[in-house]
């Protein structure tokens, strides 16, 4: 079962007026750093969160709410600490983008290390494809690319509220994926699957709309997407776990592929999001500074659910 075709391109034309040109000249900083070696490019990107973390306010303030509550163990300088550490790889991701969109798959696995591909042939030999199961750490658009590069895989996204950049990372997504694949297009998740493709798929964020439950997060409650059992259950995909990571060096990056993950779907899927949580858990402990803390992932439901305020 083929899946549809992909909708048409947008004309670039289209974004030509002056609200674009803030992205426009964004993205032409971005092709020029490229130039440099990687070490100057991550040098680059971390420079230009340092200077995110002076004007920041709003995303200051999101990322010191999640870090005291989901790593209440630190100290308050230890916490300081680690936001400004976050933010230096907020600005590592911005760069690692244009490479993502950019650069060829030669110049890519000069610095690209998948492990763990054993688990994912293995997986595919049962013909019901394989769901990665990943969560948004800042590399976590190189892990993508990653597995592009290595197997047919297509990749689930949400639309970023952006037109222009919308349409640029569909662009991309459409040259290195087999198909991008917008979150709420679920039939085309399982067509995939059914083809045998490998489905890369980050459902960690906050969601409240069917198929979501309050599953706890580093012990906060945290609404949660809980569709990932069902897909599998449909599918009959192996499910395996999927973790990116900037490495501390500076040499590039390790993108781990678990085994596929015994005994799931269970007949509870919220104990199998807990499950996924404690793998997240686990790698964020790894790297803090690399998952998304400046995103409100711990807000609920209802006036009195935002911890933000």
């Excluded at 709420?184 to 489905?199: M, P």
């Amino acid at each position: 079962m083929s899946p549809p075709p992909s909708p048409p391109p947008t004309p670039l034309s289209r974004f030509i007026g002056p609200r674009y040109w803030p992205v426009w000249l964004g993205l032409a900083l971005i092709r020029v750093v490229m130039l440099l070696p990687f070490p100057a490019i991550l040098g680059c990107g971390r420079a230009v969160g340092r200077l995110a973390y002076l004007v920041s306010r709003r995303e200051k303030h999101i990322a010191r709410v999640n870090i005291s509550l989901c790593l209440p163990e630190l100290g308050p300088a230890a916490r300081e600490q680690l936001v400004r550490r976050h933010f230096e790889a907020l600005g590592c991701a911005v760069f690692e983008t244009g490479l993502v969109w950019w650069a060829s798959d030669e110049r890519l696995n000069r610095w690209v290390r998948l492990e763990g591909t054993e688990h994912l042939a293995r997986a595919l030999e049962a013909g019901k494809g394989a769901i990665l199961l990943s969560a948004h750490f800042t590399c976590l658009e190189m892990g993508a690319r990653a597995l592009t590069m290595h197997t047919p895989t297509s990749i689930m996204y949400m639309v970023p509220r952006n037109p222009l950049i919308a349409e640029l990372a569909r662009r991309s997504r459409g040259r290195h994926a087999v198909r991008a694949i917008a979150s709420d297009q679920v039939r085309d998740i399982l067509r995939s699957l059914g083809q045998n493709l490998t489905v890369w798929y980050a459902p960690d964020q906050r969601y409240t709309e069917k198929m979501s439950a309050i599953v706890p997060f580093f012990g906060q409650p945290a609404a949660t997407n809980i569709a990932t059992s069902r897909l599998a259950r449909i599918s009959g995909a192996r499910v395996l776990p999927y973790f990116p990571e900037r490495l501390a060096d500076g040499s590039g990056y390790v993108m781990r592929i678990g085994a596929p993950l015994e005994d799931f779907p269970s007949d509870d899927p919220v104990a199998d999001a807990l499950r996924f949580h404690a793998l997240i858990e686990a790698h964020v402990r790894r790297s803090p500074e690399q998952y998304l803390w400046t995103y409100k992932r711990l807000k609920l439901p209802g006036p009195q659910g935002d911890v933000y305020r």
